[in-house]
């Protein structure tokens, strides 16, 4: 879904909310049966205005290792269960707009490197607290100090009270994505007594923020739970008790469904969705995910480090198959390394095509005659496994034997991510913002070895143009730039992207509200059950 789609679902929600407001119905209260354009199903029966004392069971496939949003660096299932706890200055809706959320207005200076946010006057943390400039301050320069979240606060050069409901956010240099940045769960507005009093590690099992739902209980394993905050800014939530449950195989997920032990599944596998369109009691979802898989090189060492080598592996590639076989056709061949949702993806954008004897060629040149063998450094999981098999086969006829090394994933992040230890790997970029900048900084020079670039690619002119894009306003010179990065990512063959997959969810007919997000921001606030 493009911008301007986004734009449009904006704007549509934003006449519902006006009918919701002339109804004389609380924003909590206000409920109603919707059908989304992101939906492959939508829910039905009768919809209802009162409280229905039902508890919501949410199934996580992975169980977050910390509750703590500034010190996160998981995407998915971690952030799902914190969008719950935390808010930020800013809240990215389901349909990609960001809108004010604890800051209740803001303005810039004349070179936009100055941010004045007034905040709002009537949040207060789980704790009964008010919300005040010197909870926003702390909590911005506590994310600032933590180095999980430089992409978001890279730009930011001090964080300043101007009184007790204003705060003065004074950048690097302009930053277009800034608004975008103080929206995610990495800049988070934490209560600074409660950390201060109870510790800095206080807040990974015992997390507390102005959500719509506050901490009961964490059971290893097994469920987080949570409830409704009676004093919610925003009026309380329609649905009291929360229960995220861990179910870490998926067919054990399906039954849950069925059974109706668990509610909603955001990690729907595409093999499952004839299961759930058969039963007339299940309502199936499907959109587009904010991320893009592709086999990422070490550019810096190793075999791949002669571009020769990435060029062969372009040239091996099928992805039209690697889509069929992988993702049973639930996918978008991605050829530009740019999320496909963007106003700046390259729609006409073009990679070579499959040619095993010019691939063949290129491996000779390289020093390999007779063949090569390299090692995949593979996540021992299907999400990943599965697109790597693909490659040993697509390859073998180039005269490269892969050789797959799975591992857990906390030991692949620790070779790959970390250490950038490896030559290969099949990896999605996810991106929890929507904005260009986020995917094209995973490719930044000064983030080489560990920083988060972990194909170490180090191109000058692939830097200036991202910095370039980041101080740039939407619009054709922008998209120019991106358009340029694409080009230098494919002529060097910095990466192999390969698909767009689709985010496939699935829910009980009985709930009502729910759409599935891109960036996977689920807000159960916005759930409700009909009769």
Request: proline content about 4%; some cysteine.
């Amino acid at each position: 879904m493009k911008k301007n789609v986004i734009a449009l679902l904006s704007v549509v929600l934003a006449m519902a909310m006006l009918i919701c407001a002339c109804s004389g119905k609380t924003e909590s209260q206000q409920t109603s049966t919707t059908t989304t354009d992101n939906t492959a199903g939508t829910s039905t029966g009768e919809p209802t205005s009162k409280q229905i004392d039902r508890p919501l069971h949410f199934r996580i496939k992975t169980e977050a290792d910390t509750l703590d949003p500034h010190k996160t660096s998981g995407t998915g299932d971690p952030q799902t269960v914190q969008y719950q706890v935390y808010e930020s200055l800013f809240r990215e809706e389901v349909t990609g707009e960001v809108v004010p959320a604890l800051a209740e207005s803001y303005s810039f200076n004349a070179d936009n490197t100055e941010m004045t946010l007034q905040l709002r006057k009537d949040v207060t943390f789980h704790d009964g607290t008010p919300m005040t400039a010197d909870d926003v301050v702390f909590s911005l320069n506590r994310s600032m100090s933590t180095g999980y979240n430089g992409v978001y606060v890279d730009a930011i050069k001090a964080v300043e009270k101007v009184s007790d409901y204003e705060v003065k956010v004074i950048l690097k240099y302009a930053y277009t994505p800034v608004v975008s940045c103080l929206s995610s769960l990495s800049t988070a507005i934490v209560p600074k007594a409660y950390v201060e009093k109870n510790g800095d590690d206080i807040l990974s099992r015992q997390p507390m923020g102005t959500g719509a739902y506050q901490f009961v209980s964490w059971t290893s394993g097994t469920e987080i739970v949570f409830k409704a905050y009676e004093n919610y800014w925003r009026g309380k939530a329609a649905i009291t008790d929360l229960i995220f449950d861990v179910i870490a195989d998926n067919n054990t997920s399906i039954i849950s469904l069925e059974t109706g032990d668990i509610h909603l599944d955001v990690n729907l596998s595409t093999s499952s969705i004839p299961t759930i369109e058969a039963n007339p009691d299940l309502v199936e979802y499907s959109g587009e995910k904010a991320s893009m898989m592709l086999f990422s090189f070490n550019n810096k060492s190793g075999i791949f480090s002669d571009v020769r080598m990435r060029q062969a592996i372009y040239y091996c590639i099928d992805r039209q198959a690697i889509i069929d076989t992988c993702l049973n056709g639930r996918g978008t061949v991605t050829e530009a390394c740019m999320l496909r949702m963007l106003d700046e993806y390259p729609d006409d954008f073009k990679v070579v095509g499959r040619d095993v004897e010019k691939a063949k060629q290129l491996v000779a040149e390289a020093g390999y005659p007779n063949g090569v063998t390299v090692v995949a450094a593979t996540i021992d999981n299907n999400t990943y496994k599965n697109p790597t098999v693909m490659l040993q086969e697509q390859v073998k006829d180039a005269g490269i034997n892969l050789q797959i090394e799975l591992s857990a994933r906390a030991a692949w992040n620790e070779k790959v991510i970390t250490n950038t230890d490896y030559d290969i790997t099949c990896w999605a970029i996810p991106v929890t913002t929507l904005d260009a900048d986020f995917a094209a900084s995973k490719f930044y020079g000064p983030l080489c070895n560990g920083g988060g670039n972990f194909s170490n690619c180090d191109i000058p002119e692939i830097d200036a143009l991202i910095e370039k894009g980041r101080i740039t306003e939407p619009g054709a010179e922008r998209n120019d730039i991106y358009r340029q990065f694409c080009e230098l990512i494919r002529d060097n063959a910095v990466v192999c992207p390969i698909y767009t997959s689709t985010r496939e969810a699935a829910a009980v007919k009985a709930l009502g509200g729910f759409q599935t997000s891109s960036t996977s921001h689920y807000f159960v606030y916005d759930y409700y059950w009909v009769e």
